[in-house]
């Protein structure tokens, strides 16, 4: 009988990592209305501390994946498990902007800013022909996250206030993410054994060929790199924006708290197919074409927000752009490593997700500030639909292995 492969316990841990985090992540917009009814509080404002949190992610992902490089996963996600916990109990004391700002967009953003880098970078180390599938297994878990979190936030807020919400929401998190990171390790090879399970005798010399690495100065001195930079800029500049407004938005048009809350879980469970789907195609198609695909489904939906202005076209929306949100999500760890190969992948990724989340920084916070201004998202969403394009066009300019162009 064949030995079970740790890998697998990798990717379970992974889910498990990603869905209380990104599930963490997305009640935020649960929560809006909730600091506007009792503070009073601008949407610039409120925004502005999800951007700052994205911005502290973005250099905790460097900072987190250069040293998962060098010491491994289960040190680094039991500290950023402990900051995730602590940032969400102490936003029950909230009462002022300039503690939104450290308990959510510090606190709270260490937590978050290894969620992806560190998980997918070790799952990428794990695996080389099933890496696309088990990336998006792995990233399943934040789908399901997104699915539950903003429905039992919801609920938690109608039962017992929403300072309570945040205690038990805090509390569990802190609980199970540290319980989690214990079983994390930094790849095969250090307990004696191949990627994907293989034997020596499987884990033939064109496997072997996949796995040649670029070190990370050369890979950062590659068109190819800083191109998969922008393009993460301009994917998170739009998906980190619907993340935080899409629920105000849907209660503009009129929806009841529990239905604005249903159209952003909705996008977290079709997220799941998304996940599914890319994953396998990465490892058909390649990382390129499965960003294309994305983008072109991303393109689609926030048309079609432009023009949703009834219950059924918003979820229509949901599904068509969770599809490509999830998407998004699977594909750029698996596409640095057919670009550069794993041994800096830590680093490489976190550069990527650091440019990312000036995207997802600026995204939100323009978007709060123009409603206060215009009164509407429009611009803003037409706004989003320039750089889905713009991503597009980049996309288009990619090559395969190693940044040769």
Not at 94 to 107: M, S, V
Not at 228 to 235: G, H, K, P, S, W
Not at 368 to 375: E, H, K, V
């Amino acid at each position: 009988m064949k030995k079970h492969f740790y890998g697998y316990n990798i990717v379970i841990s992974g889910f498990f990592i990603q869905g209380i985090s990104i599930g963490a992540m997305f009640t935020y917009g649960v929560f809006f209305r909730e600091f506007q009814s009792e503070f009073g509080w601008s949407r610039g404002l409120i925004s502005g501390a999800s951007s700052l949190a994205f911005f502290i992610m973005g250099v905790g992902a460097i900072f987190f994946g250069t040293l998962n490089d060098r010491i491994g996963p289960r040190i680094i996600l039991t500290i950023s498990g402990i900051f995730l916990g602590i940032g969400f109990l102490l936003m029950s004391l909230l009462n002022t902007p300039w503690q939104l700002y450290l308990f959510y967009g510090c606190f709270v953003s260490i937590g978050f800013s290894t969620h992806d880098v560190i998980t997918l970078s070790t799952v990428a180390r794990w695996f080389v022909r099933l890496r696309g599938r088990m990336t998006g297994l792995t990233k399943v878990g934040t789908g399901v996250g997104q699915f539950a979190m903003p429905i039992v936030a919801t609920a938690l807020i109608a039962s017992y206030g929403w300072r309570n919400a945040y205690l038990m929401i805090g509390g569990f998190s802190l609980i199970s993410l540290v319980m989690v990171a214990q079983l994390m390790k930094l790849d095969p090879q250090s307990i004696g054994v191949l990627p994907d399970g293989e034997s020596d005798l499987s884990f033939d010399s064109s496997t072997k060929a996949i796995e040649e690495s670029l070190s990370s100065q050369k890979a950062f001195r590659s068109r190819q790199f800083w191109i998969l930079c922008f393009i993460e800029f301009a994917v998170f500049f739009c998906l980190f924006t619907i993340i935080i407004h899409i629920v105000p938005h849907a209660r503009d048009l009129g929806m009841s708290p529990a239905v604005s809350a249903a159209v952003l879980s909705t996008i977290g469970s079709i997220s799941i197919v998304g996940r599914l789907v890319t994953g396998s195609l990465i490892d058909r198609i390649g990382g390129k074409r499965s960003l294309i695909f994305c983008f072109t489904v991303l393109i689609g939906s926030l048309a079609l927000l432009q023009l949703a202005t009834t219950t059924w076209m918003m979820f229509l929306f949901a599904v068509f752009y969770g599809f490509a949100h999830g998407g998004f999500f699977t594909v750029m760890s698996p596409l640095i490593a057919e670009s550069f190969g794993t041994d800096a992948l830590g680093q490489l990724f976190g550069v990527v997700l650091f440019v990312g989340t000036l995207g997802g920084t600026i995204g939100p916070t323009a978007s709060g500030y123009i409603f206060d201004i215009t009164g509407s998202y429009q611009a803003s969403f037409a706004t989003l639909a320039g750089f889905a394009i713009l991503g597009l066009l980049l996309a288009l300019l990619l090559v395969s292995k190693h940044g040769k162009l």
